[in-house]
């Protein structure tokens, strides 16, 4: 009799079909545009900078691009777009089979259910990457260069960020994962969990900050901040921040128990019922 | 066929090692919540062709969804090929599984989407190409083979759904209600094809609300109500009562006022309505007005027939009788 595929062979072929089905999602469409924005931003500022018009001062003192770029990848990327896209697709990959019935037929054949959600995150997360590290590329290079920074001297700074993202993208991925096999109405958990539960957290002094992803992920931002009041408050936050390599150890932690959750889940519930 | 009872069917077997049987279930029960889907079964279904027959909400897509592991039972237990299933998935391999919903990923083709399934089953690239191809050829699909599922009609999508669960050559199939939604050729066809696997000594479970449509396939079949299993065996006596009651037929046909005046001669048609393109049929004798429609079919007497629906109330007054005598 034939065998059945190995976990690693299942997951190789999960992830074949997932690639397709996600690129061609109906989500796709907000991934393009969420990344685009960015550029458009920087085509913007960098325009601005061509004009002679200062785009961003503080304290009477123009902002240099490098410290720009790190405003963008804080405030743009790692709040905003990458727990964005975490949410949108991370929540979809098991909830769109459910929701579509085609979960069925992944069920139906003789592999692990953990190598359906192993397959399909990794699917997730090679379409991530690929749509959002080219847009921060993109906008390093067109935003570095603004009060004559120089992108020779800045571009270890961009790999960092780009490790960064990615780790963001995975963790992100893998918690949503796992609310989307998890919870019934898995977009609304998620996006309750990233705009209420983070950004609550992150403000209550103490340990509560403790339980949220950005937390951990702040604290591998290499970026120094422009002074002013505004800023030095965001900078607090950093502060406060736990050291780099503890910070991905944790969120290395926290991948790995959101995925062994979302599969743990998917090979105990009975999905049927939902349908 | 074996007396109806309210209770338990008085001709299930006990549960056992046998090994001429399929499925063995022992005080099988499945509740959703408060709700009751399957009631303490206890059955065995031997090797061949084994019909389930019954109303809408009878249980028969949960006593199917436990058999292929999509459930898990709330007591009681269910062997399928003499192994547990639920958390088993290497039983697929020796099961092919054919779902009642019209779920599919719509942008793939139905080639790239059995390739897909094939090499989840074990099969590698080249291999799964030629075993997709074939199994496409199996259900006239091959010409179709690179065009979108999204673009199949209901009746290729029926089609392709049960090619996918014949494609890897299991020894047990299970399909809830296959011929659902085909165009009459297509239906003849598929009892032919599942008819032939059969003979190949393979088992086939299979599900539908529409007696014609099972007596077709196999004269063993599984009368269930109300959760229960009512009686097993030959359908001759269940026949003989359902055509006693009228039988509606919904048909979405190209020209459907060519197919009312072909179908209205007969005597066998009680009366005939119209909705948009769809064209409703009762009938006193179903068996007579699904060969003769087969035929018009197949002669082109009655213009081009897309879709033969048999809505699911027509057993329900059946049933009733039934479990009331």
Request: hydrophobic share 50%.
């Amino acid at each position: 009799m034939r065998r059945p595929p190995t976990f690693v062979n299942a997951t190789a072929r999960v992830f074949d079909v997932a690639v397709g089905q996600l690129l061609w999602s109906r989500r796709t469409m907000f991934m393009v545009l969420a990344v685009t924005a960015p550029i458009l931003i920087a085509v913007i500022l960098r325009a601005s900078d061509a004009m002679g018009v200062s785009a961003l001062r503080v304290n009477g003192q123009q902002v240099g691009g490098p410290v720009m770029f790190g405003g963008m990848i804080w405030l743009l990327y790692l709040r905003f777009i990458v727990p964005v896209l975490g949410t949108f697709y991370g929540t979809a990959l098991i909830a769109d089979e459910v929701e579509d019935r085609t979960i069925t037929y992944l069920f139906t054949r003789p592999i692990p259910r953990g190598a359906i959600v192993v397959g399909k995150y990794l699917a997730y997360l090679v379409c991530t990457i690929l749509v959002v590290l080219p847009s921060v590329t993109a906008v390093y290079l067109l935003i570095t260069p603004i009060g004559g920074g120089g992108i020779g001297e800045t571009f270890p700074m961009l790999l960092i960020d780009l490790g960064i993202l990615a780790l963001g993208l995975a963790v992100y991925g893998a918690v949503f994962a796992f609310v989307g096999a998890r919870v019934p109405r898995p977009l609304v958990a998620g996006l309750v969990l990233v705009f209420g539960w983070e950004q609550i957290a992150l403000l209550v002094p103490g340990y509560l900050r403790r339980f949220t992803v950005a937390y951990y992920l702040q604290a591998l931002v290499p970026h120094a901040m422009p002074q002013d009041d505004a800023v030095s408050a965001i900078e607090s936050l950093f502060s406060q921040a736990p050291p780099a390599q503890s910070s991905v150890l944790w969120l290395l932690g926290i991948l790995v128990v959101a995925l062994c959750l979302a599969a743990h889940t998917l090979q105990t519930r009975e999905y049927v019922l939902e349908q | 066929m074996t007396a109806p009872t309210t209770a338990m069917a008085a001709s299930a077997t006990a549960p056992g090692a046998d090994v001429s049987s399929v499925v063995v279930t022992d005080h099988l029960s499945k509740w959703y919540g408060q709700v009751i889907g399957l009631n303490d079964v206890s059955l065995t279904i031997g090797r061949g062709v084994t019909g389930l027959l019954g109303p809408n909400g009878a249980g028969k897509s949960t006593l199917l969804k436990l058999i292929t592991g999509q459930l898990k039972a709330s007591k009681g237990s269910l062997k399928v090929l003499d192994q547990p299933v639920w958390g088993n998935p290497a039983i697929y391999l020796r099961m092919g599984v054919c779902p009642e919903q019209d779920a599919f990923y719509d942008r793939m083709t139905g080639l790239e989407w059995l390739m897909a399934l094939l090499r989840l089953q074990g099969y590698h690239d080249g291999e799964a190409r030629e075993t997709a191809f074939a199994a496409l050829e199996q259900v006239d699909l091959k010409e179709a083979a690179d065009k979108r599922i999204g673009a199949y009609s209901k009746g290729m999508r029926q089609r392709v759904k049960l090619a996918q669960a014949i494609a890897h050559q299991p020894e047990f199939l299970v399909l809830d209600e296959p011929l659902s939604g085909m165009d009459p050729l297509a239906r003849r066809k598929t009892i032919r094809l599942l008819r032939g696997w059969a003979a190949d000594g393979r088992s086939i479970v299979v599900s539908s609300h529409v007696l014609h449509e099972i007596e077709a396939l196999t004269s063993n079949i599984l009368l269930m109500h109300n959760g229960r299993v009512l009686a097993e065996g030959n359908v001759h006596q269940i026949r003989d009562l359902i055509d006693e009651h009228p039988h509606t037929v919904r048909m979405r046909a190209k020209d459907p006022r060519r197919l009312a005046r072909e179908l209205v001669s007969s005597a066998d048609v009680l009366s005939v309505r119209f909705e948009a393109d769809l064209v409703f049929v009762e009938t006193a004798k179903p068996d007579m007005f699904y060969a003769r429609l087969t035929e018009m079919a197949a002669n082109g007497s009655s213009g081009e027939i897309f879709e033969v629906t048999s809505p699911d109330d027509n057993l329900q007054a059946v049933f009733e009788y039934l479990v009331k005598s």
